[in-house]
């Protein structure tokens, strides 16, 4: 099953594919499409997994406050028809 993504980048709507075989998450397919690096995200994101013991609600929120100050906002997921 084919889904898309859609979401505003720098004041932009954009649009893209997304798989879960070729990406482990909504936000790795938005920063491969947007050439963003994911170093420190990735390291930071392992310590708070660490601490809050792999709270979703902590991740989840850690990661969509991430990608807003990168300048990502209003991120949806559809299905492609």
Do not use: P, W
Not at 22 to 42: C, M, N, P, V
């Amino acid at each position: 099953m084919a889904f898309r993504i859609r979401y505003h980048y720098r004041k932009q709507q954009k649009e893209i594919g997304y798989a879960n075989d070729k990406h482990h998450s909504i936000y790795d397919a938005i920063a491969t499409a947007e050439g963003l690096d994911l170093a420190e995200f990735r390291c930071m994101e392992d310590q708070l997994a660490n601490i809050s013991r792999n709270n979703r609600k902590t991740m989840k929120e850690f990661r969509e406050e991430y990608f807003r100050k990168l300048g990502v906002t209003q991120v949806t997921i559809f299905k492609d028809e």
